[in-house]
Structures are given as structure tokens and as C-alpha cells.
């Protein structure tokens, strides 16, 4: 078996994780811009970041013949300062060169407030500018509904193409907006404050498998590098065919990711 | 939505004999979480989760559907204002808090 994991944060992750995801049938991953745990002082340690994502976690990947993609953004968490938000905006566009960024993310909004939404209209702007894809992180817990709205709402009055954009985290609460509005949808498989396996699996029956996939967010905090594999069997245990879990745990993501043409996978990967 | 009825390719047999033991093993988790607040020290004053928890639960007894997003949006924050700024307040609580929001803490994906 193969999939991708679409959403992971293997800076977070030790390269044993690498391993074991590539004895597991991961091919290829693509890891958007977060929050380290606490807030960097300078645009620098963004730089320095950025540096990491493009050209240290590909090599790091590809020992274990996994491919490596990302997406730069300053993300929500440290977007509340607009100031200096801007600062590190601003050094995105030479990143945009790199040849595994995919797009911009993982923005959107962290508590719902007045700067984090200026800051997303702005990394919405410069997506735009440059006909990047864009990666949505949705708030947690309380604060998802609500966040999930405002974030379409600012999507939706750019001009960029709703299938160009998927939106992550989306539970049951939030995923049936976002299907309807035409963007893509990610389930995030996250013990404690997101999806279990089997309630992707219960989405996936109800709402179908058109524009969703899966992916494990895996980072420094308890989560599971080997979310997705656990998922598909998830869904074999329930009888689901081969090819349903092929659709959204390789064939969806490899279709939405393609619209970068930066996204390739190797010849003996597909 | 429309009518689920048949989208989970089990059967209801088939759905209790997978799925039995481990939430009956959850749902004595919440059990013993309840315990637990019980037994704790005295003093405390209820929190606004364990509120929320509780409503939940009854939510979850009553026999509708789509239980998960009722809960889900029962948990939700559903004021249409927005704060200036974030600062001192990071993290999710996971339920509304009546007053004002706080926290500094938070799940990172």
C-alpha cells in the first residue's frame, strides 16, 4: 500500500518517524508553516525556519525515499502582531522560488480576532499574487465554527479558485460548509482535540469522498505519525474497497497537490 | 441532510461486536472522570466545562441525529463579535467559558 500524508510537521518528528512511515507505504509529505510551541523573536528565526523546511527536511525525507514538500506562512498562533507579522510576510516571495513549496500555509485564524483576519487577508493577497495553492488551518475546539466561516468569507472574496484551496481540521460541525462552498476539505487525525480514525471514516460515509483526504498534522504535541495508514485500516475493518481508501489517503491528495506543478512524485512511486 | 440509513457498509451487529468494548470502555472513562471531580478536595466551584460536558452528555442520550455536530456546535463559541487582539488568551478551552475567554496553553497541530 501507499499514501501520502498530506499535513505533518516533520521538523517536529525524529527521523525514526521517517522509517517507520516509509516501512508503512508513506511516499510523500507536504509540511505547512506552524507554531513552534512558543513565539519566535525575529523575522530572522522565520528565515532560519524557512531554510529548514526547503532545504534540510528534503534531504532528511529522501533517505528513506519519502518526498518532501511544504508551504511557508507565518501562521495564526504568531500572526497577532501585525508588525510583525509583516516582517516575516514579507520574506516569503524568495521562498516561493524553492522547488518543493507547494504554496501558502497553513494560514487562517488561531482566536478569531481583528489582527489575526488582517494578517490572513494579506497571505490570502500575496497567494493571489503569486497563483499559489493555500493551506487552511482552522481554530481549535470552540473557536472552529466560527473561525471556519470567517476564513471562507475572506477566501471567498479573493478571486483565487475555491478548488486551489483546501481547508484543514474540518470536523462534523464544519465539513459540510466547506464541500458546499467548492473547496477541499482535510481531515486532521489528532487524538484529544480533533478526528479518531473512525470518525474520518464515518465523514467519508456520509459525506462522500470527493475533495477530502486525511493527514496526521503530526507535530511536537501527542499525535501519531502513523495516523493515516491507521485510518485506512480503519476503514478496511469496515469493509470499505481498496480503491475508496486509495482515493483519499493517495489519489485526492496527489490530485489537489498537482496543481502545483512543483508537485511530483518518482516514477517508481506511482 | 438527507437520509444516512445505509452509508455505513456494516451491519448493527456488525457495528456493536467492532465497536462495543472500546466505548463501553469510554464511557466508563467519563464515568470515572466524574468520580473524580466528586472526590476532589473541597472548595472548588464547578467549571464551565464540566457543564458543558454534562449537557453533552444528555445530548448524546436523547436519540437524535447527528449527534457529533450537535455536540461539536453545543461546544462551539457562536458570538459574532471579534476581539482586537489575541493576546493572553493562545490556547482553546475546548467549551465556551460564559465570561471572557482565557488561557495560555493549547493543542498545536
Known amino acids: ?270 | 441532510m438527507s437520509d444516512l440509513t445505509g452509508t455505513c457498509p456494516l451491519s448493527r451487529e456488525q457495528i456493536v461486536g467492532q465497536y462495543f468494548l472500546e466505548h463501553r470502555a469510554r464511557l466508563l472513562d467519563i464515568a470515572a472522570f466524574l468520580d473524580r471531580l466528586d472526590r476532589s478536595v473541597a472548595g472548588g466551584q464547578p467549571d464551565f466545562r464540566e457543564q458543558a460536558l454534562v449537557q453533552a452528555l444528555h445530548l448524546v442520550a436523547d436519540g437524535g441525529p447527528q449527534r457529533t455536530a450537535r455536540v461539536l456546535n453545543l461546544f462551539s463559541d457562536m458570538s459574532q463579535q471579534l476581539p482586537q487582539s489575541a493576546h493572553g488568551m493562545k490556547g482553546a478551552l475546548g467549551a465556551v467559558k460564559p465570561a471572557e475567554a482565557a488561557g495560555t496553553a493549547g493543542a498545536s497541530a
Open chain 1, 1 to 270: 500500500m501507499k499514501y501520502i500524508d498530506p499535513h505533518i510537521h516533520m521538523v517536529s518528528r525524529t527521523t525514526d518517524d521517517y522509517q517507520r512511515m516509509a516501512q508503512s507505504g508513506c511516499i510523500a509529505v507536504t509540511e505547512p508553516a506552524f507554531w513552534a510551541g512558543f513565539d519566535r523573536s525575529s523575522a530572522q528565526g522565520f528565515a532560519d525556519y524557512f531554510r529548514q523546511l526547503t532545504e534540510y527536511e528534503p534531504r532528511r525525507a529522501a533517505l528513506f525515499g519519502i518526498r518532501h514538500f511544504t508551504w511557508l506562512c507565518i501562521n495564526p498562533k504568531e500572526a497577532d502582531d501585525p508588525a510583525f507579522a509583516r516582517d516575516v510576510v514579507a520574506l516569503i516571495p524568495q521562498f516561493l522560488k524553492c522547488d518543493t513549496v507547494l504554496g501558502i500555509g497553513e494560514i487562517g485564524l488561531n482566536k478569531n480576532t481583528k489582527n489575526e483576519l488582517i494578517i490572513l487577508e494579506e497571505q490570502i493577497r500575496l497567494a493571489e499574487e503569486h497563483n499559489q495553492l493555500i493551506l487552511v488551518h482552522t481554530p481549535h475546539l470552540e473557536d472552529k465554527r466560527k473561525g471556519t466561516r470567517l476564513i471562507m468569507d475572506a477566501l471567498s472574496a479573493s478571486t483565487i479558485d475555491p478548488g486551489r484551496i483546501l481547508i484543514d481540521h474540518v470536523e462534523e460541525h464544519t465539513v459540510a460548509d466547506v464541500l458546499d462552498r467548492g473547496f477541499w476539505a482535510g481531515m486532521t487525525l489528532y487524538p484529544d482535540t480533533k478526528m479518531t480514525p473512525q470518525r474520518a471514516t464515518d465523514v467519508i460515509e456520509m459525506y462522500g469522498s470527493e475533495r477530502i483526504w486525511m493527514n496526521s498534522a503530526g507535530d511536537w504535541g501527542c499525535s501519531d505519525p502513523l495516523a493515516v495508514p491507521k485510518a485506512r485500516l480503519e476503514m478496511q475493518r469496515r469493509g470499505h474497497s481498496a480503491q475508496l481508501i486509495d482515493r483519499v489517503t493517495l489519489d485526492n491528495p496527489r490530485t489537489f497537490l498537482s496543481q502545483s506543478p512543483k508537485f511530483r512524485l518518482g516514477a517508481e512511486s506511482v
